[in-house]
């Protein structure tokens, strides 16, 4: 409709359906005030969305996640010889690289919903 409106005026005839635009002044200028207000607030919001989410890098956050983890393992590991059983850190690796994973597949349904290349 956005589109189509710039359309208006130009001939005699609606863009969309053909018929006669003698009489649609009020219609008209309804759709040209809805898509001037509202539609820019929405394509502003859609640009904030992509801006988000392309400045989201999930990598950096997993990689700090990961490195913070395995910093606590290793002030975890230096009190084993203080207890009786020897503490088993988990690996969290694996885990790590499945967020990854589906961090990606995330940001790839976001940008296709949001129709972003």
Known sequence: ????????????NCPFCGQDLKNAERIISAYRNYFDEKYQKYLNSL????SEIKNWNIE????????????????VKSWDGYL???TDVPNISTEIGRLRQEGME?????????KIN
Not at 1 to 12: A, I, Q, S, W
Not at 106 to 114: A, G, S, V
Request: glycine residues 10%; proline residues 0%.
């Open 1 to 12: 409709m956005h589109t189509g409106l710039e359309y208006v005026g130009k001939g005699k």
């Open 47 to 50: 640009k904030t969305c992509y």
């Open 60 to 75: 950096n956050i997993l990689s700090g996640i990961d490195s913070d983890f395995n910093q606590a393992c290793s002030h």
């Open 84 to 86: 009786k059983e020897e």
């Open 106 to 114: 995330i940001k790839k349904r976001l940008k296709k919903k949001l």
